[in-house]
């Protein structure tokens, strides 16, 4: 039972009436809690004192009445039945739960997201659990932490990181699905509150991106000159795209007439049911992604080549040419382009021409850093790569702007200059 204590008191510079403050703790979330609700009965000032006396003790009456009710409501609100008795769910293996709510994610979520869910679950976060065959009724928060310990401190053993420990951010990933699932059996009245609410998470580490200054990123682009990769570096380099955005293009969001190129297919790949899939997308993730920007001349100039290119290869390869949704980045044969070859291939061929490797995400990074040296605005990026928010330009590139730090320091230095002067 939850018990609910009262003082009285008064808040005369906003109210005359004397007010029930209830204090009690939440079970759930163990906190202190308290809410004022009013009496209705007036203060009136001491130097009367007998009604004022009056006043009080028929405020202190009223706030008992008051605590009583609402004691009542809370213990009725919050009766938390027994976890394994009062859902047939709630005896279920916390590991199955898992393994069934991830895969109820495919179809609701998009497919790169569901796949990470079930690869999560899968691979790591569910088999964890299995070995200790705990029940979603039986879970505590002490489960859940005890699993973030273990992951802290697991060494990889395969993959680019072999032999290094699990980072912040995965863990912070494992957080984030174990979350979400334990939310969903919270709605579904499977469980009475999320017990992973309790659990502590160290915060990711801070995205620090790697890109090229404008003379790193000029090189490339001479040294991309005449190669298969050519148009898919300088668009990387000069507009920012994404991966996605960048194999989702189609002829029919290049006006040429207009010079204008339209951001609104993407192209993602990820794994369902163990294979690699590539998911071609008629629909942005979000308002800010679908955006309209002028052609730039360069980029006109290796599309107009990359058209012709393609006409002579239908000819050439007659009724078995594939590319029959007009993506621009296609093979020889009219087959679309993988996302994973790209992402292989971008950093192998600049790391082939002897230019210090990074990744063609590092390109869209590239793009901000170089638009913000040249005086363009945090907001102005914002809308030329995309993001949802300012804040997400800022957060990842604020790093970069130089421009209001140089400011600063030449204030600095003028009012130094004025001081010895004076």
């Known amino acids: 039972m939850i018990s609910v204590t009262v ?15 209830l204090h009690w703790t939440d079970p759930i979330v163990e906190k202190d809690k308290y809410k004022w609700k009013t009496t209705k009965i007036k203060y009136i000032d001491e130097k009367q004192k007998r009604l004022h006396k009056q006043a009080e003790q028929e405020a202190n009456n009223k706030a008992e009445e008051i605590r009583k ?32 709510w991830a895969e109820n994610q495919v179809g609701t979520k998009e497919a790169t ?8 679950i899968k691979g790591i976060i569910a088999p964890y659990f299995e070995e200790r065959a705990i029940t979603l009724g039986e879970l505590k ?18 993959g680019k990181n072999k032999g290094k420990t699990v980072s912040k951010n995965t863990v912070n990933h494992y957080h984030q699905n174990i979350h979400k699932a334990l939310n969903d059996a919270v709605k579904l009245d499977i469980i009475p509150y999320n017990p992973d609410d309790k659990t502590i998470v160290a915060p990711p580490d801070d995205y620090i991106a790697s890109y090229y200054n404008e003379e790193e990123a ?21 507009y920012g795209l994404r991966r996605s955005e960048i194999l989702g293009l189609k002829w029919g969001a290049i ?22 899939v590539v998911i071609q997308k008629d629909k942005m993730k979000n308002k800010s992604s679908y955006r309209s920007l002028p052609l730039i001349d360069n980029i006109r100039e290796l599309l107009l080549k990359e058209k012709g290119r393609q006409e002579k290869n239908k000819k050439l390869y007659g009724n078995t040419y594939k590319n029959k949704d007009n993506y621009i980045c296609v093979q020889d044969d009219g087959e679309l382009l993988k996302p994973d070859t790209i992402t292989n291939q971008v950093p192998n061929f600049i790391e082939s021409v002897g230019l210090r490797r990074i990744t063609l995400h590092n390109l869209r990074h590239s793009c901000a850093s170089i638009l913000l040296a040249n005086g363009i605005s945090m907001k102005e990026i914002q809308e030329w790569l995309g993001h949802s928010s300012y804040n997400t330009t800022a957060n990842i590139y604020a790093h970069l702007d130089t421009t209001a730090k140089e400011k600063s320091a030449n204030t600095m230095n003028n009012i130094l200059n004025k001081r010895k002067t004076s």
């Open 7 to 21: 003082s009285t008191q008064t808040k005369l510079e906003k109210s005359p009436f004397y007010y029930a403050v």
């Open 69 to 100: 009710e609402f004691e009542e409501k809370l213990n009725t609100k919050n009766t938390i039945p027994n976890a394994k008795n009062s859902n047939d769910k709630s005896k279920q293996k916390f590991s199955d739960y898992l393994l069934e």
């Open 113 to 120: 997201t569901s796949s990470t869910y079930i690869t999560n």
């Open 141 to 158: 928060p002490i489960h859940i932490q005890e699993f973030y310990n273990a992951q802290y401190k697991r060494i990889l053993t395969k």
């Open 218 to 238: 000029m090189e490339l682009l001479e040294k991309a000159k005449d190669t298969s990769l050519e148009l898919i570096i300088n668009i990387a380099t000069c």
């Open 255 to 276: 006006n040429f007439t207009t010079n204008t190129i339209t951001i609104k297919h993407k192209v993602t790949q990820a794994t369902i049911e163990n294979k690699r």
